[in-house]
Each structure stands twice: as C-alpha cells, then as structure tokens.
Nanobody
Framework: QVQLVESGGGSVQAGGSLRLSCASS????????VAWFRQAPGHEREFVAT????????KSATSVAGRFTISRDRAKNTVYLQMNSLKPEDTAVYFC????????????????????WGQGTQVIVSS
C-alpha cells in the first residue's frame, strides 16, 4: 500500500477554479490507478474521476464532465484534479484513492475497487 496525500482544497466563489493534488512519496505510485471521490455532508461518497496506471485512460462522472480534468505527472509522482467552473454543489471533501494494477487495466468507478485512500481535502464553493 502507498500513502496518499491530498492538497489544494480551499474556498472559492462559484465559477472559480481549483487544482487538487494527490501525491505519494513511493515510486510504486506509478503502478497505481488513481481516482478522486467526494463526499458532501449528509451524502454518500461519490465517484468524480479516475485515471489508469498508464494515464492513457481517464473517465469522469457525468456531473463534472467538461469541467473537471484528471491527469498525472509521473516525474512528480502526483495525480491532479483540475476543477473549473465550480458550482456550490461541488462543495465536499475530496478524497484520492489508488489501487495497484497491471499496465493495461481499466480502473473501476466503484470505491471498493481502490485499496489506498488519502485523508481528504475540503472544497467549499460559495454562490
């Protein structure tokens, strides 16, 4: 297992942007598919986006498609979630999650697919 650390959360007005980062100090992170999930107060954790180990496959939830982009920088051992055109309903704690996979694996959108989780970073979007 690798330890995942999220950063980049904060408060922003509707229409603004934030970039979340998910980093690991271990080189094995490069062998992990990584996803972002979020959980708002009183709601269940929901899938946001995922990216494959190779970075060649990425998928986003319908609710954020066209606004959020997931990417990874292998040199920095970091996965990013670029969030644009933020809405108040994007307010939540955002978690990154990872699972070691084979090179050609397509990552799942279900939370129980992932074996390593970060502690989360708060995003607040005001209207």
């Amino acid at each position: 297992q690798v330890q995942l650390v999220e950063s980049g959360g904060g408060s922003v007005q509707a229409g603004g942007s934030l970039r979340l980062s998910c980093a690991s100090s271990r080189s094995a992170f490069s062998e992990y598919a990584v996803a972002w999930f979020r959980q708002a107060p009183g709601h269940e954790r929901e899938f946001v986006a995922t990216i494959s180990r190779s970075g060649g496959y990425a998928k986003s939830a319908t609710s954020v498609a066209g606004r959020f982009t997931i990417s990874r920088d292998r040199a920095k051992n970091t996965v990013y979630l670029q969030m644009n055109s933020l809405k108040p309903e994007d307010t939540a704690v955002y978690f990154c999650a990872g699972r070691r996979t084979i090179l050609t694996a397509t990552p799942d959108v279900q939370a129980d697919f992932y074996t390593s989780w970060g502690q989360g970073t708060q995003v607040i979007v005001s209207s």
